[in-house]
């Protein structure tokens, strides 16, 4: 069954590190790819998303992600996190073969000042 | 522009009530769907209708119906309401099944 996995379902970094949020996708002949953000109490923002072409798509507010065919995995990335990065983290998953749309179980982000 | 609008923010239904969520988007778009949050469980899809006229079952549609009433509007009905149904219930509207998902604020549902 198709499934996306979010490894980590918590990480902590402290203001200024980098950060590195984990995204594996079964299999999929034509995965669509997302990333959206929660913060507390809210709706989900998009950051990114990936259909096809370049597989380093850059995002709203610093965030990029890379597509891996090879590892199917789609990992976010952001140089320099800020304390208003602190939120949930969902990848997400679509499919226009199967029509099914998956989401991973979300990754929450704190920020340490 | 509003964007996706769901109706009611919060509700606190009684073990065997019904009650119906309402979805609306002003966007134009084809297709629409509801979640459902869960702690450490993320957003599980109940169900979608990827144009108007149709609707699909998703991954957790037991205990829940769908109308697609036209092009903006996509309910979801509770006929009996089980205390396994709190959960925080997200609508979202997409151009087309593949397209970025827009999604409303969320509906805060607890089932006593």
């Known amino acids: 069954a198709q499934s996306v996995t979010q490894p980590d379902i918590h990480i902590t970094v402290s203001e200024g590190a980098s950060l590195e949020l984990r995204c594996n996708y079964s299999?999929?002949?034509?995965?669509?790819l997302f990333w959206y953000v929660q913060s507390p109490g809210q709706g989900l923002q998009l950051l990114l998303k990936?259909?096809?072409?370049?597989?380093l798509v850059q995002g709203i507010k610093g965030f990029e992600a890379e597509f891996k065919r090879s590892q199917s995995s789609f990992n976010l990335r952001k140089p320099s996190v800020h304390w208003s990065d602190a939120a949930e983290y969902f990848c997400?998953?679509?499919?226009?073969?199967?029509?099914?749309?998956?989401f991973g179980q979300g990754t929450t982000l704190q920020v340490k000042p | 522009n509003a964007g996706v609008t769901q109706t009611p923010k919060f509700q606190v239904l009684k073990t065997g009530q019904s009650m119906t969520l309402q979805c609306a988007q002003d966007?134009?778009?084809?297709?629409m769907y509801w979640y459902r949050q869960d702690p450490g469980m993320g957003l599980r899809l109940i169900y979608y209708?990827?144009?108007?006229?149709?609707?699909d079952k998703g991954e957790v549609p037991n205990g829940y119906n769908v109308s697609r009433l036209n092009k903006r509007e996509f309910s979801l009905r509770l006929e009996s309401a089980a205390p396994s149904q709190t959960s925080v219930y997200f609508c979202?509207?997409?151009?087309?099944?593949?397209?970025?998902?827009?999604f409303g604020a969320g509906t805060r549902l607890s089932v006593l």
């Open positions: 979202a509207s997409s151009r087309a099944a593949k397209n970025i998902q827009y």
């Open positions: 299999y999929g002949a034509t995965p669509y």
């Open positions: 990936y259909f096809s072409g370049d597989t």
């Open positions: 997400f998953q679509g499919s226009s073969n199967t029509g099914k749309l998956i």
């Open positions: 966007m134009n778009h084809n297709s």
């Open positions: 209708s990827a144009s108007e006229g149709t609707t």
